[in-house]
């Protein structure tokens, strides 16, 4: 069973561009989370969501960020106009419908983003 | 809102010693896990033991165990018999259970283990 993928695990982009991070979640999960780390941070949750649905975007910024999952195909979170303060490692977590599977999270390898 | 607190940013011990890392959070629920991951160079977050908030038994998984003091919000991790793989940053986290179930991390504890 692959686990939780996300791509690019680098990323480089110049102020103002997009930033597009995929995340595919662990076969028969239907739960994802998107959290950042900023560099010497613990990771702080961005956004949350079920299949097309956006159940928790509390800690994602109001502007210039979003984040879908489709029916089919992975979750992206999306970085219109990049800045600097942007760079940061982003992860995708998964879990599952299960029984407690709620609870265990399954983290990605991240996608390093770099804002030059 | 929940908030988790790793007082100790680095640590150092010399391989097969035993070192503890602490961990104290803060909420106003009763029912939560906590949970302590790995963080290696690789930067691959590794679910290393988790402790449910009513189950008053310590978790244990081989070499790591947790010391959970709910009245005092406490919850330390013990590796035992270190290892040169364990070098790593260590983060302590915190879910609510029901609703979103997002972790709350804290701010990370590097630890080297040393030859």
């Known amino acids: 069973n692959a686990g939780v993928m996300q791509n690019p695990r680098h990323l480089v982009r110049r102020r103002g561009q997009e930033a597009r991070l995929r995340c595919s979640p662990m076969?028969?999960?239907?739960?994802v989370y998107w959290y950042r780390q900023l560099p010497e941070e613990g990771l702080k949750f961005m956004v949350y969501?079920?299949?097309?649905?956006?159940?928790?975007e509390s800690g994602m910024p109001k502007e210039r960020f979003s984040a879908e999952f489709p029916k089919e195909g992975p979750s992206i979170l999306r970085i219109q106009q990049v800045v600097r303060g942007d760079s940061a490692a982003y992860f995708c977590?998964?879990?599952?419908?299960?029984?407690?599977?709620?609870?265990?999270?399954?983290f990605g390898p991240g996608t390093r983003l770099t804002v030059t | 809102a929940q908030t988790v607190t790793q007082s100790q940013p680095e640590m150092s011990v010399q391989e097969a010693e035993t070192v503890t890392l602490s961990c104290t959070y803060d909420?106003?629920?009763?029912?939560?896990?906590l949970f302590w991951y790995k963080q290696p160079p690789s930067r691959q977050m590794i679910l290393v033991i988790r402790?449910?908030?009513?189950?008053?038994q310590n978790a244990t998984e081989n070499r790591f165990s947790v010391n959970f003091q709910k009245a005092a919000k406490s919850f330390s991790l013990k590796i035992s018999d270190s290892q040169l793989g364990d070098t790593a940053m260590y983060f302590c986290?915190?879910?609510?259970?029901?609703?979103?179930?997002?972790?709350?991390f804290g701010q990370g504890t590097r630890l080297t283990i040393n030859p």
């Open positions: 977590a998964s879990s599952s419908d299960e029984r407690g599977g709620r609870n265990e999270q399954y």
């Open positions: 076969k028969g999960h239907s739960h």
């Open positions: 969501l079920q299949k097309e649905n956006i159940i928790d």
């Open positions: 909420t106003s629920e009763n029912n939560y896990y």
């Open positions: 402790q449910e908030a009513y189950k008053q």
């Open positions: 986290a915190f879910m609510k259970r029901g609703g979103a179930q997002k972790l709350v």
